[in-house]
């Protein structure tokens, strides 16, 4: 088990400017939690400091393991797929987990499947659509049984078809005991997907809650500013 994952007074600093101001949260087992805020408010930061990408200015980061890099992924707005098919992408991604040259093909396989995409295994994964690209990045992620997926803005620009097809592999991932972190702008798409929302206001964690109490009685003004509609998109 690698959770919970302890995040105590977390400041990142780019370009002379303070991007996340002393975030202190727990990240524990279960209930999906949603990371919101306004464009600019630090979510996608926050991501890559919790899953490693980036280390922080000041304060620390402490997963419950050791080893955590093989028990997590993520997946971006946009995903990076090899000049290879659908298939040998999520191969590769085996193949970088160790797995038995034996397995991989078949858990490739059953890892499109259950992204729907099973009938595009040998096409190319650059010819794929964007929601497409974006499930295949989600089959790399579902081969390997993580037990945390991080989820960066994962339909932000996708059309709402594709956005409900995302939404269900993610409902799967969760219903499959994965622990989902999710960063959203999107107020719909949290009450649907989280069960709990950390709230970033200009680099600064202001409010956590359910997501009923979240979005019905918000504790702070710039919550209830967001939830209106009203915070400038900076």
């Known amino acids: 088990m690698i959770l919970p994952l302890e995040l105590k007074d977390v400041t990142f600093v780019a370009g002379g400017r303070v991007i996340l101001d002393r975030v202190s949260a727990q990240i524990a087992a279960g209930p999906s939690t949603v990371?919101?805020?306004?464009?600019?408010?630090?979510?996608?930061?926050?991501m890559r400091l919790m899953h490693g990408l980036l280390a922080p200015a000041n304060g620390a980061i402490r997963w419950a393991s050791a080893n955590p890099e093989r028990e997590q992924a993520m997946v971006f707005?946009?995903?990076?797929?090899?000049?290879?098919?659908?298939?040998?992408?999520?191969?590769?991604?085996?193949?970088?987990?160790?797995?038995?040259r034996a397995e991989r093909e078949r858990l490739a396989l059953e890892a499109l499947d259950s992204v729907g995409l099973a009938a595009y295994a040998s096409r190319p994964a650059r010819v794929l659509?964007?929601?497409?690209?974006?499930?295949?990045?989600?089959a790399r992620a579902w081969a390997l049984h993580p037990e945390v997926l991080f989820?960066?803005?994962?339909?932000?620009?996708?059309?709402?078809?594709a956005t409900?097809?995302?939404?269900?592999?993610?409902?799967?991932?969760?219903?499959?005991?994965?622990k989902i972190v999710m960063a959203t702008h999107n107020l719909g798409q949290a009450r649907r997907l989280g069960d709990e929302v950390l709230f970033l206001h200009q680099g600064r964690l202001v409010e956590r809650a359910g997501v009923e109490q979240f979005f019905s009685r918000p504790t702070s003004p710039e919550?209830?500013?967001?939830?209106?509609?009203?915070?400038?998109?900076?």
Not at 129 to 138: P, Y
């Open 129 to 138: 659509s964007g929601g497409e690209q974006q499930r295949l990045a989600l």
């Open 151 to 161: 989820l960066d803005e994962p339909t932000a620009s996708l059309d709402p078809t």
């Open 77 to 100: 707005q946009r995903p990076v797929l090899l000049r290879r098919s659908a298939l040998a992408n999520v191969i590769y991604a085996l193949e970088l987990a160790r797995v038995p």
């Open 223 to 234: 919550a209830a500013a967001f939830i209106k509609g009203e915070l400038p998109w900076v």
């Open 164 to 178: 409900r097809e995302i939404e269900r592999v993610i409902q799967a991932f969760d219903a499959a005991g994965t």
């Open 35 to 46: 990371i919101l805020g306004a464009n600019g408010a630090g979510k996608s930061v926050l």
